[in-house]
């Protein structure tokens, strides 16, 4: 089967500016793989993960921001988005990739097991959504659902 190469976006005049992302759990592997195929296409990322301003895999730019915190907590979503209005001037996608998993039986998950899991899993998705509404409103955007 031929390999498809992926469609290049281009965004390099006034009337066609860059799209900005969000990508949560942005700092290592298949999150930071994201994060440079939406760089490579074109578009404004900002990146966060616990330890994103540390990440192996990233570096900022002129089209990449950078910011640690924890997704689980409404107030990093807050701040997520406040950054990509400031840094950017929109937000036109989230994309929830921050998650967590706990390799051992359901059964042995403790409270402060499950807490973090609805926390990251859960909550960082609803926070997100939560925010996006609030930029949308506060900014006119429209929102893309990815």
């Given amino acids: 089967m031929p390999s498809r190469k992926p469609a290049q976006l281009h965004f390099n005049d006034?009337?066609?500016?860059?799209?900005?992302?969000?990508?949560?759990?942005?700092?290592?592997?298949?999150?930071?793989?994201?994060?440079?195929?939406?760089?490579?296409?074109?578009?404004?990322?900002?990146?966060?993960?616990?330890?994103?301003?540390?990440?192996?895999?990233?570096?900022?730019?002129?089209?990449?921001?950078?910011?640690?915190?924890?997704?689980?907590?409404?107030?990093?979503?807050?701040?997520?988005?406040?950054?990509?209005?400031?840094k950017f001037g929109s937000i036109d996608a989230v994309v929830a990739n921050a998650g967590i998993f706990l390799v051992k039986p359901f059964t042995e998950y403790t409270a402060e097991d499950f807490r973090a899991l609805v926390s990251t899993n859960l909550a960082g998705f609803i926070y997100n959504r939560t925010t996006r509404g609030q930029a949308n409103a506060g900014a006119k955007k429209r929102w893309k659902h990815c």
């Fill in 14 to 86: 006034m009337n066609n500016p860059p799209k900005t992302v969000i990508v949560t759990g942005a700092s290592q592997g298949i999150g930071a793989g994201i994060v440079r195929a939406f760089l490579a296409r074109g578009y404004n990322v900002v990146g966060t993960a616990r330890n994103a301003t540390k990440s192996r895999e990233l570096s900022t730019s002129d089209h990449l921001a950078l910011i640690d915190g924890d997704i689980g907590q409404f107030e990093t979503a807050q701040k997520v988005a406040e950054l990509a209005l400031k």
